[in-house]
């Protein structure tokens, strides 16, 4: 009988740990699958997740949204650049949409993103959204903290374009910059959008096009009015006033200014002490949606054994309420 093969997970860290881009590769992979409901890894792959989550913890974790449009992916590969000419390593994690036929990432911010690929100073993953609401794709988090822990340090999320309350990346960042882009319309309007209220920095793009002003200066007004940004939301925001600045990503303009504005955030978090709230926050979201994975993988389990509770819902026999009491509790006793 031949010997059990050695487990290579220990040395796959440490590889990638030492720089080794094939074992950042695979430890993204592993973030990608690795606690999902279809997942086939088992308790050794789980345990160097763990390892990875534990090795995390140093970088800057920066988030991007905005709406669909705004010019995010050109943004961030503008920002990418400058954080590089200052000498700090860069990784991004960016959200795209799902293809249809595979499920898979349609790596579009990769093709635009494609001017750092030979530089080692950088790594860039691209996610599949894979239907996960709020911007960012189930294990976004996981693939932060692989960066994180092979000494990335800045890492940035990138969400696909989200609309009004998808804002679950204000939950994982230490800096959330929302980019808008000119000609936002009616500035009531926009002001309404929940995702304007999350941000700790607010980036006009394309402020190369003649209306980029008067976006810049609704933002400022609003801004004001204490109608943007965190002040006062009791997350983290104290003493923080949320700057505006108009960036061009075709000419660079303002892209300085932004590399300064996200390293002045994060020093204000560090002096004021805010970056502990926002940690035990980002740890939080972390716990729920592990919990929710968990009971996920519970409920498909008890797939058979619902046909006759779901049969009762439907017949109005029981309530929703009382089904779920139940599905929990038959998924909460031990097999």
């Not at 950042?24 to 763990?50: H, P, Y």
């Not at 799902?98 to 993953?125: E, Q, T, Y």
């Not at 679950?168 to 000609?183: F, N, Q």
Request: proline share 4%; with cysteine; hydrophobic share 45%.
């Amino acid at each position: 009988m031949a010997a059990p093969k050695p487990d290579p997970s220990p040395d796959l860290l440490a590889a990638a740990q030492g720089g080794d881009r094939r074992a950042i590769a695979k430890l993204l992979s592993l973030a990608e699958t690795t606690g999902s409901a279809a997942s086939k890894s088992g308790a050794t792959d789980s345990d160097l997740m763990a390892r990875v989550y534990q090795a995390a913890g140093s970088a800057h974790v920066v988030g991007v949204t905005g709406p669909p449009g705004a010019g995010k992916s050109s943004l961030v590969n503008a920002l990418v650049k400058e954080l590089r000419r200052q000498d700090l390593t860069v990784g991004v994690i960016a959200i795209d949409p799902s293809s249809p036929f595979s499920g898979g990432a349609i790596l579009g911010d990769r093709v635009r993103m494609g001017d750092h690929g030979g530089d080692n100073g950088v790594f860039i993953r691209s996610l599949a959204t894979q239907g996960a609401m709020g911007g960012l794709a189930r294990p976004a988090l996981d693939s932060v903290d692989v960066l994180d822990a092979c000494g990335f340090q800045v890492v940035m999320i990138e969400t696909v374009g989200v609309g009004q309350d998808e804002v679950d990346v204000a939950a994982a960042a230490h800096t959330v910059i929302v980019a808008s882009p000119p000609g936002l319309g009616d500035g009531v309007q926009a002001m309404k959008a929940g995702i304007l209220e999350i941000a700790d920095i607010h980036v006009v793009t394309k402020a190369d096009r003649a209306d980029a002003d008067q976006t810049a200066a609704d933002l400022a007004g609003a801004q004001d009015l204490g109608l943007t940004g965190r002040q006062g939301r009791g997350d983290g925001a104290t003493g923080w006033r949320v700057p505006v600045i108009a960036t061009s990503a075709n000419t660079g303009n303002g892209v300085a200014d932004l590399a300064q504005a996200v390293r002045d955030h994060g020093a204000h978090l560090a002096a004021s002490g805010e970056d502990k709230t926002r940690r035990r926050r980002i740890a939080l979201m972390r716990l729920e949606s592990a919990a929710l994975d968990h009971m996920r993988r519970e409920f498909k389990r008890l797939a058979p054994e619902m046909a006759d509770l779901i049969d009762d819902l439907a017949a109005r026999r029981a309530d929703p309420r009382t089904a779920a009491r139940l599905l929990m509790e038959k998924a909460l006793t031990p097999r």
